[in-house]
């Protein structure tokens, strides 16, 4: 059987489009138009609003670019379940714009809202078990991610992807694991961040071997241990952290993507490797840091 191509596509969090955090953000045109010249053949959606929410105008954005539509993460308050009807609709929402302008393959990427919880934000990148939920708690998110999962398969025919990520109630590898474990694998999968499950205390080679039948998303972000040992030393939050540049370029930390590749290509991996370069305002140029990614990307393969 011929080896599935792997695409590469980037994100808006690469131009400092991320989740709760305020500051100047590049217009979608500039990005979009930067994602195609260093050389990017997908995007992620963005929060809502920030590209265009009219499926003919987004289409039409994304073709004139040759750029396809991937995947949208929408923040969701899996722990509170007074707030899974609002996170239920809002996920249906961004999954309706998906379905119309990506296709069928699009993904719904659930991730609860990125430090929302101060303890979690706190202490971002050395939780301990004893910071993590109850099984009533974990019976109250998991129950709000299948809802979810539901709704969106149900109305959209898209599949929903969970994103461990630091800051949030999901971070460290065995809360992954756990995750995984309560959820359905026909409903929900998983989308796998080198850098979050680092940071999160995990080896990304052991996590992609481990979970290889629920990854149905890539991101691919770096770490570097020199800032997150800084960071667990002076005690710096999650969005410290990310301002410290924890999440480093591409190539320049210690996650070994050659091998991150082959693994994936062992597996038969099938979908795309999104490139996520978060970044907050005055963090450097997006369109350079992207070019740089790119190009690391090609030295490896793809």
Known sequence: MTQAVIRVGNAPCSWGVIENVEGERGGYTRVLNEMQETGYAGTELGDWGFMPTDPDVLRQELASRNLKLLASWVSVYLHDPARHKESE???????????????????????????????????????????????????????????????????????????????????????????????????????????????????????????????????????????????????WNGIQSVAHGVFCELGKGDIDFPAILARLNEQHYQGWIVVEQDVLPGMGSPKESARRNREYLRSIGL
């Open 89 to 235: 609709a809002d996920a249906l929402r961004t999954a309706r714009l998906l379905a119309e302008v990506g296709g069928p393959d699009t993904l719904i990427v659930l991730g609860n809202d990125p430090y929302g919880d101060p303890m979690r934000t706190k202490y971002a990148g050395r939780i301990t078990p004893e910071q993590g939920m109850s099984d009533a708690q974990w019976g109250v998110f998991t129950e709000g991610a299948m809802r979810i999962a539901r709704a969106v398969q149900r109305e959209t025919g898209l599949r929903t992807v969970f994103h461990h990520h630091i800051g949030t109630w999901v971070e460290t590898p065995e809360e992954t694991a756990h995750f995984l474990s309560m959820t359905d694998p026909t409903l929900i999968g998983l989308v796998f961040d080198t850098g979050h499950y680092r940071f999160g205390g995990g080896n990304p080679l052991v996590g992609l071997q481990q979970h290889a039948d629920r990854i149905w998303h890539v991101h691919f972000k770096d770490y570097d241990p020199v800032i997150a040992e800084q960071s667990r030393r002076e005690g």
